[in-house]
């Protein structure tokens, strides 16, 4: 460790320490961090292999950091590229991150990295395209339009119902209502996207527990509905609160008001807490949003093309996941909420808090999330993504020589060099995952640096956050207190579970970890 590394570890600690060097830290580390590449708007979208105007505005269209490179005469098949994935042995486990931690990034990113899939009949390069409103909204809970919306709001101006989202009880507990009856998806619900990938008459008893979300992939596993449940209870304890301080307030703004608060309050644990988990430095981020205000990467959000590849952490999840003492194979959890509803809120929370998640990187994904490794790979070259040493040089970082450059793992310098003829001939996918890990986080090199630079600069140039929105008016003095009082999953657990009780921590980062120098 050399003598710079000694001094920003020093300097971070005493900055954790002392708020008033904090908040000087804090806006030289982030914009540093978000100042690796350039700054949006992006030239090029999926759109064209050129500048055009439909590139520079139509956002049904992903934009991309990089043009579109010319395809290569000769590549391995994507099939032959999942070996690099694909795992012979035991899995190997972090040793930083409890299963929360890809749990929470599944439901971040459904949220806004939402590639569309053809329908019947439509050309299949409309996978080119996305469903996002490319920003940080909690549309898994709130729906990705006004109609969607709409239909999972309770509307009622009664005392005591204001502002509320539609909710039922299941053993003493909190939870969405059920989206299907007898097979069936509910009338006053038509409005909600169909659950991606689910076939209610070929899995009956699964589909009568699947809940009126907002969002398609948020009944995916029971993990993704635990933290929408989590914020839908937020939300309406929030309303509670906020229509007993303004009695003279009518639902539509309740509502409004409880929802701005709850979207900044999960962009307050997006940093505080998941952020803090990736990084690998010993200072901890503050999500203090003056920062973005006169920042020259304070640009409208746009989601990119390599984004959406870049956050396919597979190799993260656990071959097994207990829930209430019994353990599912991943399969059996698709679309499953009962172990969610068998568990309850508390319970299941600190359940995955306590279960270790694999390492990411090559050799590692559990086998039945080999083939959405393969689909991945088949994106990449869909869009046609520069290769992966043209994004290390983007990103100011050093192109690999040599495979050895890549990864120090001679498992991983053999695949890749059967495969591609030089180091420059790495996809992009390949290259991302085949890296060294990096120490003290649990991502490699380059989708590190790429996930702070959209991180900060998607998540502080939120509407809610900027410098004339921001403020006590916005959100009442009652949000305002609980934003300046709320930077963990921890707190929001305890206060929207039954009398309390939560036994145990709920934590992306294991209780024994320690930051090694």
Not at 293 to 321: C, G, Q
Request: glycine share 6%; charged share 20%; net charge neutral.
């Amino acid at each position: 460790m050399g003598m710079r590394d000694v001094l920003v570890g020093r300097l971070g600690g005493l900055a954790n320490r002392w708020p008033w060097l904090a908040a000087k830290v804090n806006p030289l580390v982030i914009n540093k961090l978000v100042s690796a590449c350039r700054t949006r708007p992006h030239p090029w979208s999926t759109a064209h292999d050129y500048v055009s105007w439909t590139s520079l505005t139509d956002q049904r269209w992903s934009a991309r950091h990089l043009p579109p490179a010319e395809a290569a005469l000769t590549t391995p098949t994507a099939e032959e590229l999942t070996g690099l994935f694909a795992r012979s042995g035991d899995q190997s486990m972090s040793d930083k991150s409890t299963v929360l931690f890809p749990a929470f990034a599944q439901y971040l990113t459904d949220g806004f990295l939402r590639t569309r899939m053809p329908r019947t009949g439509e050309p299949e390069d409309v996978r080119l395209q996305n469903t996002s409103n490319h920003q940080i909204d909690m549309c898994p809970l709130y729906g990705n339009n006004a109609e969607q919306t709409d239909v999972l709001r309770l509307k009622s101006d009664a005392p005591g119902e204001r502002g509320r989202l539609k909710s039922q009880l299941v053993g003493g507990e909190e939870w969405a209502p059920f989206l299907y009856h007898d097979g069936t998806k509910k009338a006053e619900f038509a409005k909600l996207d169909d659950p991606l990938g689910l076939h209610p008459d070929q899995t009956p008893g699964r589909a009568s527990r699947i809940f009126a979300f907002g969002g398609d992939r948020a009944n995916a596993i029971p993990h993704v509905a635990m933290l929408n449940t989590l914020f839908l209870r937020e939300h309406n304890r929030l309303a509670g609160r906020i229509e007993a301080a303004n009695p003279a307030w009518d639902d539509e703004r309740v509502f409004q008001t409880a929802r701005n608060t709850v979207i900044v309050e999960f962009i307050q644990i997006v940093v505080q807490e998941y952020i803090n988990h990736i990084s690998p430095e010993v200072y901890r981020f503050r999500a203090i949003p003056s920062v973005a205000w006169k920042a020259p990467w304070n640009r409208p959000n746009w989601m990119t093309t390599e984004f959406s590849l870049l956050y396919r952490w597979h190799s993260l999840v656990p071959d097994r996941i207990t829930w209430g003492g019994k353990a599912h194979q991943i399969p059996d959890l698709l679309h499953h909420n009962e172990p969610l509803l068998d568990a309850g809120l508390a319970r299941a929370f600190v359940g995955i808090s306590d279960q270790r998640a694999a390492r990411l990187g090559p050799f590692n994904t559990a086998a039945a999330l080999v083939p959405i490794e393969k689909q991945a790979i088949e994106q990449g070259r869909r869009v046609r993504l520069a290769p992966y040493a043209a994004y290390r040089q983007y990103m100011n970082m050093s192109p690999p020589q040599s495979f050895g450059d890549i990864s120090s793992d001679a498992r991983v310098v053999r695949f890749l060099s059967e495969r591609y003829q030089r180091p420059g001939d790495v996809e992009f996918y390949i290259g991302l995952f085949a890296e060294d890990p990096s120490r003290n986080t649990p991502l490699p090199p380059l989708i590190r640096a790429m996930v702070a630079v959209d991180a900060f600069s998607q998540a502080l140039t939120n509407p809610l956050l900027s410098e004339h929105v921001f403020n006590e008016a916005t959100f009442s003095p009652t949000g305002w207190a609980v934003i300046n009082g709320t930077n963990t999953l921890d707190a929001l657990v305890r206060r929207n579970s039954p009398h309390g009780a939560v036994e145990g921590p709920i934590t992306m980062t294991q209780p024994g970890w320690r930051h090694r120098r």
